[in-house]
Protein backbone atom coordinates (compact mmCIF):
# COMPACT_ATOMS: atom_id res chain seq x y z
CA UNK A 1 0.00 0.00 0.00
CA UNK A 2 1.24 3.20 -0.75
CA UNK A 3 0.90 6.13 1.74
CA UNK A 4 1.38 9.66 0.93
CA UNK A 5 1.05 12.68 3.65
CA UNK A 6 -2.14 13.71 4.67
CA UNK A 7 -3.74 17.33 5.08
CA UNK A 8 -5.75 18.43 8.49
CA UNK A 9 -9.33 17.17 8.25
CA UNK A 10 -12.13 16.64 10.36
CA UNK A 11 -11.26 13.29 11.54
CA UNK A 12 -14.11 11.50 13.18
CA UNK A 13 -13.27 7.75 12.12
CA UNK A 14 -9.41 6.90 12.50
CA UNK A 15 -9.97 5.91 16.07
CA UNK A 16 -12.47 3.12 15.69
CA UNK A 17 -10.27 1.84 11.95
CA UNK A 18 -10.81 -1.35 12.97
CA UNK A 19 -14.05 -1.57 14.49
CA UNK A 20 -15.41 0.00 11.48
CA UNK A 21 -13.77 -2.60 8.83
CA UNK A 22 -15.50 -5.34 10.82
CA UNK A 23 -18.69 -3.96 11.46
CA UNK A 24 -19.92 -1.58 8.48
CA UNK A 25 -22.09 -3.18 6.43
CA UNK A 26 -20.98 -3.87 3.11
CA UNK A 27 -22.22 -2.59 -0.41
CA UNK A 28 -23.92 -4.88 -2.59
CA UNK A 29 -21.68 -6.33 -5.36
CA UNK A 30 -25.33 -5.00 -7.61
CA UNK A 31 -24.02 -1.33 -7.14
CA UNK A 32 -20.68 -1.64 -8.78
CA UNK A 33 -22.25 -3.12 -11.27
CA UNK A 34 -25.06 -1.05 -11.92
CA UNK A 35 -22.36 2.22 -12.13
CA UNK A 36 -19.88 0.28 -14.41
CA UNK A 37 -22.72 -0.47 -17.06
CA UNK A 38 -22.97 3.04 -16.50
CA UNK A 39 -20.31 3.65 -18.62
CA UNK A 40 -19.19 2.52 -21.99
CA UNK A 41 -17.38 -0.68 -21.74
CA UNK A 42 -13.93 1.30 -23.23
CA UNK A 43 -14.37 3.98 -20.50
CA UNK A 44 -13.78 1.45 -17.29
CA UNK A 45 -9.77 2.32 -16.81
CA UNK A 46 -9.52 4.07 -13.73
CA UNK A 47 -11.70 4.65 -10.73
CA UNK A 48 -11.00 6.96 -7.99
CA UNK A 49 -12.69 6.01 -4.77
CA UNK A 50 -12.38 9.35 -2.48
CA UNK A 51 -12.25 8.64 1.42
CA UNK A 52 -12.39 5.23 1.02
CA UNK A 53 -12.08 4.69 4.46
CA UNK A 54 -11.10 0.71 4.97
CA UNK A 55 -11.74 0.25 1.37
CA UNK A 56 -15.30 -1.14 1.18
CA UNK A 57 -16.52 0.27 -1.97
CA UNK A 58 -12.79 0.00 -3.46
CA UNK A 59 -12.80 -3.81 -3.06
CA UNK A 60 -16.77 -3.43 -5.09
CA UNK A 61 -15.06 -1.60 -7.58
CA UNK A 62 -12.18 -4.00 -8.59
CA UNK A 63 -13.62 -6.49 -10.33
CA UNK A 64 -14.66 -3.99 -12.77
CA UNK A 65 -11.91 -1.22 -13.37
CA UNK A 66 -8.07 -1.93 -14.63
CA UNK A 67 -7.02 0.32 -11.72
CA UNK A 68 -8.99 1.51 -8.72
CA UNK A 69 -7.03 4.48 -6.58
CA UNK A 70 -8.31 4.33 -3.00
CA UNK A 71 -7.79 7.76 -0.99
CA UNK A 72 -8.10 8.73 2.41
CA UNK A 73 -7.02 11.32 4.62
CA UNK A 74 -7.19 9.09 7.54
CA UNK A 75 -3.74 7.12 7.33
CA UNK A 76 -5.33 4.47 10.10
CA UNK A 77 -8.30 3.94 7.96
CA UNK A 78 -5.83 3.07 5.00
CA UNK A 79 -3.48 0.98 7.60
CA UNK A 80 -7.00 -1.15 8.00
CA UNK A 81 -7.83 -2.02 4.38
CA UNK A 82 -7.02 -5.37 2.46
CA UNK A 83 -4.75 -5.45 -0.18
CA UNK A 84 -6.06 -5.70 -3.72
CA UNK A 85 -3.98 -6.33 -6.93
CA UNK A 86 -5.72 -3.44 -8.69
CA UNK A 87 -6.52 -1.34 -5.99
CA UNK A 88 -3.44 0.99 -4.87
CA UNK A 89 -4.07 2.45 -1.76
CA UNK A 90 -2.52 6.30 -0.67
CA UNK A 91 -2.95 9.00 2.03
CA UNK A 92 -4.49 11.90 0.61
CA UNK A 93 -7.84 14.63 1.31
CA UNK A 94 -10.60 14.80 -1.42
CA UNK A 95 -10.20 18.34 -1.79
CA UNK A 96 -6.15 17.64 -3.23
CA UNK A 97 -6.23 14.74 -4.82
CA UNK A 98 -3.01 13.05 -5.98
CA UNK A 99 -4.35 11.93 -9.76
CA UNK A 100 -3.24 13.14 -12.90
CA UNK A 101 -5.95 14.93 -14.31
CA UNK A 102 -8.33 13.56 -17.17
CA UNK A 103 -7.46 10.26 -15.77
CA UNK A 104 -10.73 8.94 -13.95
CA UNK A 105 -13.57 7.47 -15.47
CA UNK A 106 -15.85 6.94 -12.31
CA UNK A 107 -15.21 8.93 -9.05
CA UNK A 108 -17.30 7.51 -5.97
CA UNK A 109 -17.52 9.03 -2.69
CA UNK A 110 -19.17 6.48 -0.26
CA UNK A 111 -20.52 8.09 3.17
CA UNK A 112 -18.32 10.77 2.63
CA UNK A 113 -19.23 13.96 0.86
CA UNK A 114 -20.43 15.64 4.00
CA UNK A 115 -17.34 16.05 5.59
CA UNK A 116 -16.02 17.32 2.42
CA UNK A 117 -15.49 21.03 1.03
CA UNK A 118 -17.25 20.85 -1.63
CA UNK A 119 -16.51 23.81 -3.99
CA UNK A 120 -12.45 22.07 -3.33
CA UNK A 121 -13.75 19.00 -4.10
CA UNK A 122 -15.86 19.57 -6.95
CA UNK A 123 -13.08 21.20 -8.25
CA UNK A 124 -10.94 18.23 -7.63
CA UNK A 125 -13.34 15.98 -9.75
CA UNK A 126 -13.45 18.55 -12.40
CA UNK A 127 -9.66 18.09 -12.97
CA UNK A 128 -9.27 14.53 -12.28
CA UNK A 129 -12.54 13.41 -13.93
CA UNK A 130 -12.40 12.02 -17.95
CA UNK A 131 -14.42 14.50 -20.53
CA UNK A 132 -17.64 12.58 -19.42
CA UNK A 133 -16.96 10.48 -15.93
CA UNK A 134 -19.31 10.02 -13.60
CA UNK A 135 -19.70 11.06 -9.77
CA UNK A 136 -21.58 8.85 -7.41
CA UNK A 137 -21.96 9.37 -4.25
CA UNK A 138 -24.04 7.86 -1.77
CA UNK A 139 -24.88 7.37 1.90
CA UNK A 140 -26.82 5.29 4.51
CA UNK A 141 -28.36 6.22 7.56
CA UNK A 142 -31.26 5.27 9.92
CA UNK A 143 -31.18 1.32 10.36
CA UNK A 144 -34.18 -1.05 11.42
CA UNK A 145 -33.65 -4.05 13.19
CA UNK A 146 -37.14 -5.70 13.74
CA UNK A 147 -40.01 -3.89 15.15
CA UNK A 148 -39.53 -4.84 18.49
CA UNK A 149 -36.40 -2.98 18.53
CA UNK A 150 -36.90 0.49 16.48
CA UNK A 151 -38.36 2.61 18.84
CA UNK A 152 -35.18 2.14 21.08
CA UNK A 153 -32.69 2.61 18.46
CA UNK A 154 -34.53 5.84 18.09
CA UNK A 155 -33.99 6.54 21.28
CA UNK A 156 -30.67 5.60 21.05
CA UNK A 157 -30.33 7.64 17.61
CA UNK A 158 -31.69 10.73 18.75
CA UNK A 159 -31.94 11.59 22.36
CA UNK A 160 -28.77 9.69 24.18
CA UNK A 161 -26.27 10.63 21.32
CA UNK A 162 -28.16 12.68 19.58
CA UNK A 163 -26.37 16.02 20.59
CA UNK A 164 -23.35 14.62 20.01
CA UNK A 165 -23.51 14.06 16.36
CA UNK A 166 -21.76 16.56 14.11
CA UNK A 167 -23.27 18.94 12.48
CA UNK A 168 -22.86 17.26 9.43
CA UNK A 169 -24.69 14.10 10.26
CA UNK A 170 -28.17 16.48 8.70
CA UNK A 171 -27.13 16.13 5.28
CA UNK A 172 -27.09 11.73 5.89
CA UNK A 173 -30.58 12.23 7.41
CA UNK A 174 -31.76 14.49 4.60
CA UNK A 175 -30.28 11.69 2.27
CA UNK A 176 -28.04 14.71 0.71
CA UNK A 177 -31.18 16.64 -0.66
CA UNK A 178 -29.37 19.97 0.72
CA UNK A 179 -25.98 19.00 -0.57
CA UNK A 180 -25.13 21.37 -3.13
CA UNK A 181 -24.37 18.46 -5.91
CA UNK A 182 -23.81 20.55 -9.64
CA UNK A 183 -23.16 17.66 -12.05
CA UNK A 184 -26.00 16.65 -14.25
CA UNK A 185 -28.13 13.59 -13.09
CA UNK A 186 -27.69 10.03 -14.44
CA UNK A 187 -30.31 7.05 -13.35
CA UNK A 188 -28.18 4.35 -11.76
CA UNK A 189 -30.63 2.34 -9.63
CA UNK A 190 -29.16 1.18 -6.00
CA UNK A 191 -30.13 -2.01 -4.52
CA UNK A 192 -30.57 -2.54 -0.73
CA UNK A 193 -28.38 -2.22 2.28
CA UNK A 194 -28.71 -5.09 4.67
CA UNK A 195 -26.75 -7.34 6.44
CA UNK A 196 -27.36 -10.42 9.15
CA UNK A 197 -25.85 -9.57 12.55
CA UNK A 198 -25.87 -11.28 15.67
CA UNK A 199 -25.66 -9.06 19.03
CA UNK A 200 -22.12 -8.53 19.73
CA UNK A 201 -21.83 -7.22 15.98
CA UNK A 202 -24.78 -4.74 15.97
CA UNK A 203 -23.38 -3.23 19.08
CA UNK A 204 -19.77 -3.01 17.78
CA UNK A 205 -21.76 -1.17 14.80
CA UNK A 206 -23.16 0.99 16.98
CA UNK A 207 -19.93 1.99 18.33
CA UNK A 208 -18.16 3.18 14.60
CA UNK A 209 -21.06 6.14 15.31
CA UNK A 210 -19.36 9.54 15.46
CA UNK A 211 -21.69 10.51 18.12
CA UNK A 212 -20.98 7.39 20.21
CA UNK A 213 -17.12 8.00 20.14
CA UNK A 214 -17.72 11.57 20.80
CA UNK A 215 -19.85 10.73 23.82
CA UNK A 216 -17.53 8.69 25.24
CA UNK A 217 -14.79 11.11 24.92
CA UNK A 218 -16.59 13.63 26.69
CA UNK A 219 -18.27 12.13 29.37
CA UNK A 220 -15.66 9.05 29.93
CA UNK A 221 -18.84 6.21 29.65
CA UNK A 222 -20.35 4.16 26.84
CA UNK A 223 -23.38 5.32 26.24
CA UNK A 224 -24.31 1.73 24.28
CA UNK A 225 -24.69 0.91 28.11
CA UNK A 226 -27.65 2.60 28.63
CA UNK A 227 -29.59 0.51 26.47
CA UNK A 228 -27.64 -2.98 26.46
CA UNK A 229 -30.00 -4.70 29.05
CA UNK A 230 -33.38 -4.07 27.47
CA UNK A 231 -31.72 -4.44 24.06
CA UNK A 232 -30.54 -7.94 24.92
CA UNK A 233 -33.72 -8.66 26.56
CA UNK A 234 -35.36 -7.69 23.06
CA UNK A 235 -33.27 -8.79 21.02
CA UNK A 236 -33.34 -12.65 22.21
CA UNK A 237 -29.85 -15.12 22.08
CA UNK A 238 -26.68 -13.00 21.20
CA UNK A 239 -25.65 -15.60 18.55
CA UNK A 240 -29.18 -15.21 17.29
CA UNK A 241 -28.74 -13.09 13.43
CA UNK A 242 -31.39 -10.58 13.07
CA UNK A 243 -31.18 -8.72 9.35
CA UNK A 244 -30.09 -5.08 9.82
CA UNK A 245 -31.49 -2.58 6.80
CA UNK A 246 -30.10 0.99 6.33
CA UNK A 247 -31.86 3.65 4.73
CA UNK A 248 -29.55 3.88 1.70
CA UNK A 249 -29.43 6.72 -1.02
CA UNK A 250 -27.04 7.28 -3.95
CA UNK A 251 -26.60 10.56 -6.02
CA UNK A 252 -25.00 10.25 -9.75
CA UNK A 253 -23.91 12.65 -12.40
CA UNK A 254 -22.25 13.07 -15.32
CA UNK A 255 -18.75 15.50 -14.60
CA UNK A 256 -18.55 18.69 -17.07
CA UNK A 257 -15.90 20.97 -17.18
Known sequence: MERLAAMNFKDHFSVQAQDYALFRP??????????????????????????????QAAAGL????????????????IQSARSLPNVVFQVFPAEAPLIADGSADLITVAQALHWFDLDRFYAAVRRAA???????????????????????????????????????????????????????????SAPPLERAMNLPQFLGYLGTWSAVQRYM?????????????????????????????WRFFMRVGRVER
Not at 138 to 149: E, F, K, M, Q, V
Not at 159 to 187: C, K, M, N, Q, T
Not at 220 to 242: F, H, Y
Open 26 to 55: DYPPELFANLAAALPADRRNLAWDCATGNG
Open 217 to 245: QERRRDPRDEIAGELAGLWGAPTQERNVV
Open 130 to 188: RPGALLAVWGYGAHRAGADLDALLDRFYHDIVGPYWPPERAHIDSAYASLDFPFPSVPV
Open 62 to 77: APYFERVIASDASAKQ
